[in-house]
């Protein structure tokens, strides 16, 4: 069952996928990713809008670097919306002559980046003694 062209993410909204009667858990997902490294590990989290979330940690994404994915099997409340939401960690690399990043004055060890069906990504510094910086606080300062 595909996603639509322009999904609400929303709880708030009509949901942008209707499971089917009959449907059983748990519910496999396909997971697409671009600019993530092949290898990462996917977290995807379904959240409903009662009750506990649950959490399916995926295999390793394949493809290529510009396009990957991973299939996840989560078990998710069948009978309410849920909000589904895939997270990846990954080591941040400087590039070619770059050098070092530093958040608030502490180097940058890795990257979050999460993103819910329709909403935008998010992305997270994480810093060697583990203190998370969203990016958008850093642009904000930005000159």
Same mark, same amino acid.
């Given at each position: 069952m595909s996603t639509p062209a322009t999904p609400a993410g929303s709880v708030l909204a009509a949901p942008d996928v209707l499971l089917p009667v009959g449907t059983t858990n748990p519910l496999a997902v396909v997971?697409? #990713?671009?600019?993530?490294? +092949?290898?990462?590990?996917?977290?995807?989290? *379904?959240?409903?809008? $009662?009750? $506990?979330?649950?959490?399916? @940690?995926? #295999?390793?994404?394949?493809?290529?670097?510009?396009?990957? @994915?991973?299939?996840?099997?989560?078990?998710? *409340?069948?009978?309410?919306? $849920? +909000?589904?939401?895939a997270s990846a960690v990954f080591p941040l690399v400087a590039s070619a002559g770059e050098g070092p990043i530093y958040a608030e004055g502490e180097a940058?060890?890795?990257?979050?980046? #999460?993103?819910?069906?329709?909403?935008? #990504?998010t992305v997270t510094y994480i810093t060697a003694t583990g203190k998370e910086i969203p990016a958008t606080a850093l642009a904000s300062r930005a000159p």
């Open positions: 997971v697409t #990713a671009s600019s993530v490294p +092949i290898g990462t590990t996917v977290q995807l989290t *379904a959240t409903p809008q $009662n009750g $506990n979330r649950t959490t399916a @940690s995926c #295999a390793l994404l394949d493809g290529s670097q510009a396009s990957s @994915s991973i299939t996840a099997n989560i078990s998710i *409340a069948l009978t309410q919306t $849920n +909000i589904l939401t940058v060890k890795w990257v979050r980046v #999460a993103s819910t069906l329709g909403g935008p #990504a």
